[in-house]
């Protein structure tokens, strides 16, 4: 199986993608916020790059029927009902909904995955089942790491490895890596032992503790806390069906 | 000390850069190719983004005093004297001349360096100059890395650790790092024992022995071979004066 992954999801083109495994990486937060908004009985997560969007989709499925979830600069945008804190995502508030969902990094990989075979919603919470889907599609592995505002995040990179290293070891699947899977194989291995502290550490890990998201970070580094397996269809994320 | 490094440019700001040392590395080639052009007896190198500029500042300049130089897409532009090889730019070419060059990813960092204190051309081939260049000048360091594209590589990736750990280890300099600058210096200590063939097996090494230029991947990983200390001053790349 040959594995690509990227740090950011700029240099990514829809031809890079086709026919291939997409796996989308926000463990900070939209993966998590994703997987427990699902798990807690919402209909779909339909991700939107913008605010108005949001509002737009709205308006197109009905008041009633959406829950309006995301952030900018890490906080709830204005007339939304929720952030992204996936502690907000319970069962008595979006169960039967559908969550049209718009953060600053993680829901913008989705636009760009039309032409991918399957579209996996990857975060630590979730990480044995995205491990076990990706081998049985056994097609090549495209990992996409949202990053944080262009920059390369430690957490995605490190969830990253980590299903690199799953595939391998676990699964004796023999992987050819691009340059930042390696990389990414390296990290993960480097910090396997120490993960909720390394990232708690990390540049978006202190930035979200300072905001106030400190247990947000303590849930999106439970692996497989979560064991859920998002996938995108038609432009909404739900849960496969078994 | 505190160090940032940048995987890729995009994500520094002017304001980050005020009063610090900035360090722009690309290793293949624009580094290694500018460290080369001065070595040779160039008076200058001055970087510019785009072929059209580079033609103006010739004109500009004089077309007897120029040498134009650089790539797209690892070739040399049309019209252009020399492509972005180091072994092209020899004293008999470029002795006394000013080098306009433009590449992909090499140049570009330099256009956004206007605030930072001292700015300077790092790469393998003179690695220890820029060492000890950044600690006589104890300020904050920013590296930024040329990238690919607008992807990480592990070439200007592995060249920010090994300045990282020379700073540490044979300056004892405590240093308080950003994620990708932790990032970088495991990924130097992992593979300090093979830079040459891990860079060579890179996607970037690679690519260019398909192109024919193997030598310059040689060349250009040879650490201190060529132990000039490459400045920008007033938009031109020159040699501190000593």
């Not at 798990?39 to 913008?50: C, D, K, L, M, T």
């Not at 605010?51 to 906080?75: H, Y």
């Not at 919470?125 to 097609?139: D, G, H, M, W, Y």
């Amino acid at each position: 199986m040959r594995a690509e992954l990227f740090l950011i999801p700029g240099p990514v083109s829809e031809e890079r993608l086709a026919d291939k495994t997409l796996v989308a990486i926000d463990v900070l937060r939209a993966s998590t916020t994703i997987c427990q908004a699902l798990q807690a009985g919402a209909r779909a997560v339909i991700p939107v790059e913008q605010p108005g969007e949001a509002a737009e989709m709205r308006a197109k499925i009905g008041v009633e029927d959406t829950i309006l979830g995301g952030e900018r600069k890490g906080l709830k945008i204005e007339n939304f009902d929720l952030g992204n804190s996936p502690l907000e995502y319970t069962e008595a508030i979006v169960k039967d909904k559908f969550v049209v969902l718009t953060t600053t990094n993680g829901t913008r990989i989705y636009s760009k995955a039309a032409s991918s075979n399957l579209k996996i919603t990857g975060g630590l919470v979730n990480i044995s089942r995205v491990t076990q889907k990706v081998k049985e599609a056994a097609k090549d592995l495209i990992i996409i790491c949202a990053g944080e505002e262009g920059d390369f995040s430690i957490e995605d990179t490190l969830c990253g490895g980590m299903l690199l290293h799953k595939l391998i070891i676990e699964n004796n699947i023999e992987m050819e890596l691009n340059d930042a899977a390696s990389l990414a194989l390296l990290l993960y291995r480097a910090n396997s032992r120490s993960l909720k502290q390394t990232i708690a550490r990390g540049e978006h890990g202190r930035l979200l503790a300072d905001l106030g998201f400190g247990r947000d970070v303590e849930l999106a580094t439970e692996t497989d806390s979560i064991p859920v397996l998002p996938i995108l269809k038609d432009r909404r994320i739900i849960l496969e069906e078994i």
